[in-house]
């Protein structure tokens, strides 16, 4: 008797998604970084961030090019970016 079940595959290597977040300026840290789904057709997204904290204030600027970034390489993606406060001196 064969036992059919879900295979949940990542769609595209942390480390590729990883290299993306860091050529945005400000980006320090890229952790827990997940993708899920069929590049080309349809993907999710989502990835932890730290930024410099001489870019405070920017968080969702840094967010939204990382984003494009991801759009113009993968295509349909859709993203979700969390972003953690800088550790304090």
């Known amino acids: 008797m064969a036992v059919a079940f879900l295979v949940c595959q ?3 290597a942390p480390e590729a998604l990883a290299q993306i ?3 945005v300026g400000g980006v320090t840290l890229c952790t827990n970084i997940d993708s899920k789904g069929i ?3 349809s993907v999710y997204i989502k990835m932890t961030i730290m930024i410099h904290p001489g870019v405070l204030g920017y968080e969702s ?3 939204e090019r990382i984003e494009n970034a991801l759009k ?3 295509g ?3 993203v979700t ?4 406060p ?3 001196s």
């Open 10 to 12: 990542t769609a595209i």
């Open 21 to 23: 977040a860091y050529s």
């Open 39 to 41: 590049v080309g057709r």
């Open 61 to 63: 600027v840094i967010a």
């Open 72 to 74: 113009e390489r993968y």
């Open 76 to 78: 349909l993606v859709s």
């Open 81 to 84: 970016i969390h972003i953690s």
């Open 86 to 88: 800088p550790p304090h």
